[in-house]
């Protein structure tokens, strides 16, 4: 019988891949495979010809677009001299976490399953494919299928004689080794994101995950009137001598921190003292250490709870399985384990997920229980802080060394007493650059959308709200050349209120450079959105798509605005090319395919 290892791979954006690949490695474990757990860029690919059983867990992002650590991997995958029985030897399965608010769900995952079958590979068990807007979240749909997953696994594999599958009921080792230091230093609360001495001169020449810019933040200044709901800020960076550069649609991935009530209430609870400083050291080779500008060596405990533990995240049914194991009473004990059961799922919703309480508010609420976590096993109960992507809402020749953002500062009520915060809007929104000097780590990465090549080619844009960014970014190099060609429909609830960048429209409208229609939805009694402006001038868009062959995009919340704009699309196509609703929906499906239709959305 052939060795039992089995690979997993995974494709991340956010991490809850990472999340579910890990777990698989974990569950592998306990029925003793030979487990790595890599993700899909480290993995080296020429091996993957070798591989006798393999598991990939892979998210879609944007406009069915894999994620950023399986993009070497895809290119290669997808090649078409690839023969057709190059993984002949290897029985797979795979994964997929999506969300069904976007128009390619799961659009990754489907394609890479036909395309190992193409390559020879045979099929373990039917592609999953999780749904992020279930209820349950994507685990409605994980659970069942990682049953039917290890039943295919261990008929091949059975458990070697003499053992059965480790119980779930023995506390796995940690991922880390930790090196606890005698003494603690006194320049520990030194911010990290100020670079040390030396480290501008160890950065790479173009920042990224591995080495982000700390770029300093110029200003964040509310562009909503200071009595409406919703505070929304223009966000501006520094990125002098960065060597940062970017075009329209690229996104800009923005490191938060945890504030320092959180930070301080987390320190406390867990007894810890934050200039202790501690190292860590492997205690799996199949898993490596955090990045060094994540954690230092040696790390502060301040750092450590400051910089890396995202103690403000929703924790998963993972952490509960965990902390299972340092509860003594076994009442909680059994609820925990019930929380990271299948059968817990709703009882887990409605005490996490629908109310979003965080992983320190869960710890808040069995203190006894948190006092006795071992310091050790907290990088395996709380995941790291994720950076968060922004449309770039800038262009460098409108603005040299700047980075701009439109952001929504997200604040919202809950059954708990204290109003829920988006880490990173209310981080950025809190500072007071004009009062000091605040450090960002940020880097750049290609976005979903892609303007066209050719600048005089029309383009209709439609950014109803902060979906704004990525056509101020386009607007700002088209009309720095003089260029016009551009059509914007902007949609928002009143022109007083939140009537992002008026005052740059104007201008470019005098110019002829823009043509600009509004719909102000709050502004009269019937409310009037972008899809009705898009009716209204059917013939206009007909002639711009039709004759002038214009380009088509649109940006902002996924809910239903980009359904209801495609439709009205739909509708100018079938009113003025007097085409069917098939043949007009075969219509936009061809401007799709040919990129002339593009959407760029998020929940």
Known sequence: MSARNLLVLYGSQTGTAQDVAERIGREAKRRYFTTKVLDLDSYSISDLINEELAVIVCATTGQGDEPDNM???WRFIMRKNLPGNSLSKMKFAVLGLGDSSYQKFNFIAKKLYRRLLQLGASSLTPVGLADDQHDLGPD???DPW???FWEQVLAIHPIPPGKQTISADICPPPRYNVQIHNSSTANQHQDPSIPRLGESE?????????CPFYARLVSNKRVTAADHFQDVRLVQFDIAGSGISYAPGDVVM???CNPSDTVDSFLQLLGLDPDQEFTLEPNDPDIALPLPWHI???CSMHHLATHYLDINAIPRRYFFELFAFFAQDELQRDKFREFASAEGQQELYSYCNRPRRTTLEVLQDFPDVSSRIPFHYLFDLIPPIQPRAFSIASSLKAHPDQIQVLMAVVRYKTKLVKPREGLCSNWLANQHPHKEDVRVPIWVKKGTISFPKNESTPVILVGPGTGLAPFRSYIQERTSNNIGGCTLFFGCRSKDKDFFCEDEWQPLIGRNLLQLYTAFSRDQEDK???QHRIRENSAYLWDLVEKQKAWFFIAGNAK??????????????????????????????TLERTRRFQTETWS
Do not use: N
């Not at 160890?202 to 591995?210: A, D, F, L, N, T």
């Not at 239903?560 to 499906?589: C, F, H, N």
């Open 560 to 589: 239903q605005m980009p359904t209801d704009v495609r439709d009205a699309l739909k509708t100018v196509i079938q009113m003025e090319g007097k085409l069917t609703e098939d043949e007009s929906e075969e219509y936009v499906r």
């Open 140 to 142: 409605a749909v994980v």
């Open 528 to 530: 009037v959105y972008v």
């Open 202 to 210: 160890q950065r790479e020449k173009h920042p990224s995950k591995m």
């Open 146 to 148: 990682l049953v039917s």
């Open 71 to 73: 993009k070497m991997f």
């Open 254 to 256: 923005i490191q938060p």
């Open 296 to 298: 230092p060596r040696p």
